[in-house]
C-alpha cells in the first residue's frame, strides 16, 4: 500500500494572550497545539484521531488540509509537500482532498439552496455541467438520500440534523476525493441519529477506497469506525495502532487512563479509580520532558528530563513511553 | 421512602403559533439516596421537567396538570412564596453550563459563603468551614475557594457547582447535563462525585442526560423520555438489559460499547414529531418499526411490567419477541 | 440570519415578469398584517416617489416664478385657494409647486448620498473585514478621522469653499458618513469568516474573492439596506439643515429653502402655517419612513414562510 499522507516532526503553535509583564519582558507565550507529530497514512486507511480538548487534533486536521500554516516540520500529499503546492497542483489537491465538518447546522450556506451547495464544488472544479446532475445524484445515492429532487430546491433550515450532515458528506464526495477528513462529525447530532451517519461512514469508506481520518474525543465512536487509532495528548502522539488492540491492550498510561473513563451503557462496569492523576487544566505550560509527566501515576526521574521518542513496540503498533524501552 | 413522586406532569408552552405539548404523562418516583437517570434527545423534555420540579421555567411555560409529591406537599399547588422556601434548601437544581451557576465577578467561596450565610442562617465563621467542608467534598483544593470562576477549569467549574448545590444539604439534586461538556476523563472523575455524594449524604439525585452509558455508570433508576413523555422506567439493570419499549430497544443499540464486540449500531430513522400538534396516540409509533394500527389510538399509559418498571407501550405482552427482533439492523431499517 | 422563502428559484432560470410582480403585491399585502411600521414607511416612500416622479405633472406653477395676478401685482402671501392650494410666498411663489419640487430634489439626494455611503461602508466593511492585516488597519483609522470630523460644520465649510449646491451634501456624506457602516458590515464579516460554511467553500476550492462576493457579500447585504435606509433620511435632514442656515443651493427649491425662505420672512410670527408646516412635516415623515423601513426590513425583504 503506497503512503498517502506523511506527517513528519510536525509542529502548529499559536500566539497565547499576553500579559503585561510579558510584554514588558519582549515574550511571545505560544499555545503549542501541534508539538512534534510524526506519523504516516497509508492509501485506503481508515485512521482514527482521538484525544481530548486541547490535544491538538482539530489543529492536525486543518494543517492535513492546509487549512493553515506549519510552525515547523511538514506534511506530505502523496510524497508531495503540500505547503509548496500552488496553481494548478492546489486546484487539484482541494479536489481530492475533502472536510466533514462537525456542525452540519452551519456547513452550508443558509442561503443556498441544497443543490446550490452541492453544485459549488463542481463549479469551482470547472467541471462540465452536463455532468453535474450524474455527479449529484450518485453522490446522493452514496450517503442513503436516493430522492434528490425532494432536497434540492430546499434550504438548510428545511432539514434536520442528519439530513444536513449528510449533505455535507454527499457535498465532500461529489468530486470523488481521495482523502477525506471529518472532523467530530457527529458530536452535534442526536444519538439515535449518530448511529445512521457512522454507518454512512463506513460504508462509503469501503464503496469508495477512501483515505480516511476522523478526529473524535469519543473512542467508542473511533473505535467503531475506523481500523486504527492514534491517541494524541498535548501536541504529541502518545499511542498508535490498531483500534481493537489499543482498546484490548493498551501500552501508553494515558490511554489505559482513557480506556477506563469511557462508560459503557451496562451496569456491570468498573467504578475502579482512574490511573491518572488531576485535571488536564491544572496543567498550566507545557511540562518539559513527556507532555504526560505530571498526570502520570508512573512518572519516574527520566520522564521530566528526556522527552519519549514515538517508537515502534510492535509490529504497527508505536507508543512514546520510557516505561515501554 | 420515596422523596420525589412526580405523577402524570403536564407542561405547556404558550407560545405565538400555539401550544407546544413540551411534557405529557411525565410520571417518576425518586426513592430516598437513589440516582435516577431521565434519558432522552433533544427535544424530549427532559430539561422542561426538571425545571417544572423546582418550577424555574420559562416565563410562557404553565404546569397544566399532574402532582408533584414532595414529603406530604404538591409542588404543583404551592404558592410562589412557599416554594422559594424549598428551593436550595430541600431541592436544588445544577443548570446546564455549570458557569450559569457561577457570578463570574465574586469568587467562588464568597458565593457558597453568601448562600450559607442568607439562606442557611451560618454565621460567617461557620460558613467559611462549611465552604471548605463543601470543596474537599467534591474534591476541589481548599486553597481555589479564593479564586474566581474563569480561574476555574471546566470540570472544576462544575464540582463547585455541585459544592453550592449540596451546601444546604438538600434531599434532591437535579443535575442538568453535568457532563456533557467535559472531557471524558474529566468526566468521569465528576461522575464519581455524585457518586461519593450519594453514598456519604445518602443525597437523591436526578441527573439528566442523553448519554446512556452515563446512566448505566451512576444511576440506580433509569427514565426514559420521548417527544416529551415517559416511555419507560425502571431499575437501570432491568431497562437496559430487558428494555419493554421500541425507543429503548433502539436507544440501548445506538451507543457504541466500547469494551464490547462492536456489533453494527442501529440507526432510528426519521425525527420527533412536532409538538405544536402532536399525535394522539403513541408519540413514537411513526419510527418505530412495530408499530400497528392501536399504537395511533388515544388512552396510553405507563403500565408495569415488572415489579418497578413500567412502559407505555400497545404491545407489552410481547415485549421479548420485539426485543431480539430490536436486535436485528434490518428490523430498524425503512425504505 | 433571517429564513429564505424564495421557493423554486435556484438561480438556473428566471421566472416570468408577470409573476414576479404578482409575488411582490401579494408580499406587500401581507406585509401590513406583519409589521405595519414597515408598511407605513414603504407607503411613504411610495408615495414620495410617485410625487418625485411625476412632480412636472403634478405642480400646478414654476416652483421659482414669481407670479403676478390678474390685476398685474405681486401675488405675494395669498392664503390657501384653488389656483395655489397652499397659497403664495411673500415673494409671489406657490408653496405647493415648491412642496412637490421639492420631494424631488430630497429624494434625489437623499437616494445618491444613500448609495455612495452604502457602496463606500460596504466595501470598505468587506474587504476591512475579510482580509484584515495592514489593509484593515489603514481603513480602519480612516475611518476614526472620519468619526472625529463634525458632520454639520464640515459640510458648512465646504459649501463655502465650493459653490453652493445640493451635491455638498452627497460628498460630505461620502466623505464623512460612511464608517458607521463601514464598522458595522466589517463586524459581521469577521464573524461570517468564522463560519463553518466559508471554510467549507476554502476546501471546496473556492477562491477568495469568489468567497467574499458569492458567500459573504449576500449575507452582509440586509445590513447594508438598513443602513441606506438611515441615511435617506439622514441626507435630507442635513440638506434641510445646510439649506435652512443659508448654505444650499439657490436655483433648486428644497424643504429647507423653503423653510429659510418661511423663516428669513417671519413666516411663524405672522402664523403662515401653510408655508413652513407642511415642509416641515415632509421632512419628518421621510426620516421616519426611513427609520421604520430599516427596523422592518427584515419583514420586507425576507418574510418568514408560513406553512
Known amino acids: 500500500m503506497a503512503t498517502l499522507v506523511e506527517a513528519c516532526n510536525l509542529k502548529k503553535h499559536f500566539p497565547a494572550a499576553r500579559g503585561l509583564w510579558d510584554m514588558v519582558r519582549g515574550r511571545q507565550p505560544v499555545v503549542r497545539a501541534v508539538d512534534g507529530l510524526d506519523f504516516t497514512i497509508e492509501e485506503g486507511e481508515n485512521v482514527g484521531l482521538l484525544g481530548e480538548s486541547g490535544c491538538g487534533k482539530t489543529t492536525t486536521g486543518r494543517l492535513m488540509l492546509r487549512l493553515i500554516p506549519p510552525t515547523e516540520g511538514s506534511l506530505a500529499f502523496d510524497g508531495k509537500d503540500i505547503a509548496e503546492l500552488e496553481g494548478e497542483d492546489l486546484r487539484h489537491f482541494r479536489q481530492v482532498a475533502q472536510l466533514v465538518f462537525q456542525n452540519p447546522f452551519d456547513a452550508l450556506n443558509p442561503r443556498f439552496t441544497i443543490d446550490r451547495s452541492l453544485r459549488e464544488p463542481l463549479v469551482n472544479a470547472k467541471i462540465d455541467r452536463e455532468e453535474h446532475e450524474e455527479r449529484m445524484r450518485i453522490a446522493m445515492r452514496r450517503v442513503h438520500l436516493p430522492d434528490v429532487e425532494q432536497y434540492t430546491g430546499r434550504y438548510p433550515h428545511q432539514l434536520s440534523g442528519g439530513q444536513l450532515q449528510r449533505v455535507v458528506l454527499a457535498r465532500a464526495l461529489i468530486l470523488e476525493p481521495r482523502f477525506v477528513v471529518a472532523d467530530e462529525p457527529v458530536s452535534m447530532l442526536d444519538v439515535s441519529v449518530r448511529a445512521g451517519i457512522l454507518n454512512v461512514m463506513r460504508e462509503v469508506h469501503d464503496q469508495m477506497g477512501l483515505t480516511a481520518v476522523y478526529i473524535s474525543h469519543d473512542f467508542a465512536l473511533v473505535r467503531y469506525v475506523c481500523s486504527r487509532t492514534i491517541v494524541m495528548y498535548l501536541g504529541k502522539v502518545v499511542e498508535d495502532g490498531p483500534s481493537e488492540d489499543v482498546v484490548r491492550d493498551p501500552q501508553h498510561p494515558y490511554t489505559k487512563a482513557l480506556v477506563q473513563a469511557v462508560p459503557v451503557p451496562r451496569v456491570d462496569q468498573s467504578h475502579d479509580p482512574l490511573p491518572i492523576i488531576g485535571g488536564l487544566s491544572d496543567v498550566q505550560e507545557t511540562p518539559s520532558g513527556c507532555h504526560f509527566r505530571d498526570r502520570c501515576p508512573f512518572a519516574f526521574a527520566r520522564c521530566t528530563d528526556e522527552e519519549p521518542p514515538i517508537q515502534e513496540i510492535a509490529p504497527g503498533r508505536r507508543a512514546a513511553c520510557h516505561l515501554l524501552d | 421512602m420515596t422523596v420525589l413522586s412526580v405523577q402524570d406532569l403536564q407542561v405547556h408552552y404558550m407560545t405565538d403559533r400555539g401550544v407546544v405539548h413540551a411534557v405529557e404523562r411525565a410520571s417518576l418516583d425518586v426513592p430516598e439516596g437513589q440516582v435516577v437517570g431521565v434519558v432522552g434527545e433533544s427535544g424530549c423534555g427532559k430539561t422542561t421537567l426538571a425545571r417544572a420540579i423546582i418550577r424555574v421555567m420559562e416565563k410562557n411555560a404553565r404546569i397544566v396538570g399532574g402532582r408533584m409529591l414532595f414529603g406530604d406537599k404538591d409542588l404543583v399547588r404551592l404558592s410562589e412564596a412557599e416554594i422559594t422556601k424549598h428551593r436550595w434548601r430541600d431541592i436544588a437544581f445544577i443548570p446546564q453550563s455549570a458557569m450559569n451557576s457561577l457570578d463570574p465577578v465574586y469568587r467562588v467561596g464568597a458565593q457558597l459563603v453568601e448562600v450559607l450565610v442568607d439562606r442557611g442562617g451560618l454565621d460567617k465563621g461557620k460558613a467559611s468551614d462549611r465552604a471548605e467542608e463543601l470543596f474537599d467534598m467534591v474534591g476541589l483544593d481548599g486553597q481555589r475557594l479564593r479564586d474566581y470562576p474563569h480561574q476555574f477549569s471546566g470540570g472544576m467549574r462544575q464540582r463547585a457547582a455541585i459544592a453550592l448545590a449540596i451546601a444546604l444539604d438538600p434531599k434532591l439534586v437535579i443535575a442538568d447535563e453535568p457532563v456533557t461538556a467535559l472531557d471524558v476523563i474529566v468526566q468521569r472523575q465528576v461522575l464519581d462525585v455524585f457518586k461519593s455524594l450519594q453514598n456519604r449524604l445518602g443525597v437523591s439525585v436526578i441527573l439528566i442526560t442523553h448519554d446512556i452509558s452515563v446512566i448505566a455508570y451512576t444511576s440506580d433508576r433509569v427514565v426514559v423520555m420521548y417527544a416529551g413523555e415517559v416511555v419507560e422506567s425502571g431499575p437501570t439493570d432491568k431497562v437496559l438489559t430487558a428494555p419493554a419499549h421500541p425507543y429503548t430497544m433502539g436507544l440501548c443499540k445506538a451507543f457504541p460499547d466500547l469494551q464490547g464486540s462492536g456489533g453494527t449500531l442501529v440507526p432510528i430513522e426519521g425525527s420527533p414529531p412536532d409538538l405544536l400538534d402532536p399525535p394522539v396516540g403513541c408519540r413514537f409509533a411513526e419510527r418505530c418499526p412495530f408499530a400497528q394500527p392501536v399504537c395511533d389510538e388515544a388512552g396510553l399509559v405507563l403500565e408495569e411490567v415488572a415489579p418497578g418498571h413500567r412502559a407505555a407501550c400497545r404491545r407489552l405482552s410481547e415485549a421479548d419477541t420485539l426485543r431480539s427482533q430490536a436486535g436485528e439492523v434490518d428490523t430498524w431499517q425503512r425504505s | 440570519?433571517?429564513?429564505?422563502?424564495?421557493?423554486?428559484?435556484?438561480?438556473?432560470?428566471?421566472?416570468?415578469?408577470?409573476?414576479?410582480?404578482?409575488?411582490?403585491?401579494?408580499?406587500?399585502?401581507?406585509?401590513?398584517?406583519?409589521?405595519?411600521?414597515?408598511?407605513?414607511?414603504?407607503?411613504?416612500?411610495?408615495?414620495?416617489?410617485?410625487?418625485?416622479?411625476?412632480?412636472?405633472?403634478?405642480?400646478?406653477?414654476?416652483?421659482?416664478?414669481?407670479?403676478?395676478?390678474?390685476?398685474?401685482?405681486?401675488?405675494?402671501?395669498?392664503?390657501?385657494?384653488?389656483?395655489?392650494?397652499?397659497?403664495?410666498?411673500?415673494?409671489?411663489?406657490?408653496?405647493?409647486?415648491q412642496l412637490v419640487h421639492g420631494t424631488r430634489s430630497a429624494l434625489i439626494i437623499g437616494i445618491t448620498a444613500a448609495i455612495v455611503v452604502v457602496l463606500i461602508g460596504t466595501m470598505v466593511g468587506l474587504v476591512s473585514g475579510y482580509f484584515g492585516g495592514l489593509i484593515d488597519v489603514v481603513l480602519m483609522r480612516a475611518a476614526d478621522i472620519a468619526l472625529g470630523i463634525p458632520f454639520l460644520p464640515f459640510v458648512i465649510v465646504l459649501a463655502s469653499f465650493l459653490e453652493p449646491s445640493m451635491w455638498n451634501v452627497v460628498l460630505a456624506m461620502a466623505l464623512l458618513v460612511w464608517p458607521t457602516t463601514g464598522r458595522v458590515i466589517r463586524s459581521q464579516v469577521l464573524t461570517l469568516r468564522e463560519r463553518t460554511f466559508v471554510e467549507a467553500a476554502r476546501v471546496t476550492g473556492s477562491s477568495q474573492a469568489r468567497i467574499l462576493f458569492v458567500h459573504v457579500a449576500p449575507n452582509i447585504m440586509p445590513l447594508s439596506f438598513v443602513y441606506g435606509s438611515i441615511a435617506i433620511g439622514w441626507a435630507i435632514l442635513t440638506e434641510a439643515s445646510i439649506s435652512f442656515l443659508g448654505f444650499g443651493a439657490t436655483d433648486t427649491v428644497s424643504w429647507g429653502y423653503m423653510l429659510q425662505d418661511a423663516y428669513l420672512s417671519q413666516a411663524l410670527s405672522r402664523g403662515w402655517f401653510h408655508w413652513f408646516v407642511p415642509p416641515g412635516i415632509c421632512i419628518i415623515l421621510v426620516v421616519v419612513a426611513g427609520f421604520f423601513v430599516s427596523r422592518g426590513f427584515e419583514e420586507i425583504f425576507f418574510p418568514r414562510l408560513r406553512e
Open chain 3, 1 to 97: 440570519m433571517p429564513a429564505v422563502t424564495e421557493t423554486g428559484t435556484t438561480g438556473t432560470g428566471r421566472p416570468p415578469r408577470s409573476a414576479w410582480l404578482g409575488q411582490l403585491l401579494r408580499r406587500l399585502v401581507s406585509l401590513t398584517r406583519r409589521d405595519p411600521f414597515a408598511f407605513a414607511g414603504v407607503a411613504i416612500y411610495v408615495i414620495f416617489g410617485i410625487v418625485a416622479i411625476f412632480a412636472d405633472v403634478l405642480a400646478t406653477h414654476d416652483p421659482l416664478t414669481i407670479l403676478f395676478d390678474s390685476k398685474g401685482r405681486l401675488a405675494a402671501s395669498l392664503p390657501l385657494s384653488s389656483d395655489h392650494y397652499l397659497g403664495t410666498t411673500s415673494l409671489g411663489r406657490d408653496i405647493y409647486s
